[in-house]
């Protein structure tokens, strides 16, 4: 995870370098010879990658406060199980794969049920109910979680992302 997300910058490199043509096709081709060598952190490198678009439009003012686009960004490998608020770097994985369906999201169970009526939304509290049978990455900072019904929660600060 530190060489990809602190050397090769893997995670990040085509949203840190959207400026420049190509910034696309330059981390497909960094991603492709590194995971030659170390495939075992493929799922959260390309999830942390992944979430950034869709984090960016869905933020909330809590979420940007605490820097969650520049942490998921940083060249910084931060490991530490510890808030998100007081970590350097964040990496994202997903809680996708349930017993009963394989990788086959839908005959995903689980679902996201708002833990206030009145509270809906990104950056809003939800109870997950449901069986996860495979997790990423558990040593992330943002844990995405995949049912049908409902848009993935992130239970490390229990709001939608």
């Known amino acids: 995870m530190r060489i990809g997300i602190e050397d090769a910058g893997v995670a990040a490199y085509a949203w840190t370098n959207a400026n420049r043509g190509g910034s696309h096709t330059a981390r497909s081709a960094i991603t492709y010879m590194l995971y030659q060598v170390e495939s075992g952190t493929q799922c959260p490198q390309t999830m942390t990658f992944a979430a ?13 406060e605490l820097g969650w686009l520049e942490k998921l960004t940083s060249r910084i490998y931060d490991h530490r199980d510890i808030p998100i608020g007081d970590k350097d770097g964040i990496t994202l994985g997903m809680s996708m ?19 206030a009526a009145d509270a809906v939304g990104p950056g809003q509290a939800y109870l997950l109910n449901g069986h996860k049978w495979f997790t990423s990455a558990p040593m992330v900072g943002i844990d995405c979680d995949v049912g049908p019904s409902v848009q993935p929660a992130v239970h490390a600060t229990l709001a939608t992302c």
Do not use: C, I, M, Y
């Open 52 to 64: 950034f678009p869709s984090l960016k439009q869905h933020l909330t003012s809590a979420q940007a």
């Open 97 to 115: 794969t349930e017993r009963q369906g394989g990788s086959d999201v839908r005959a995903n169970t689980t679902v996201a049920t708002p833990v």
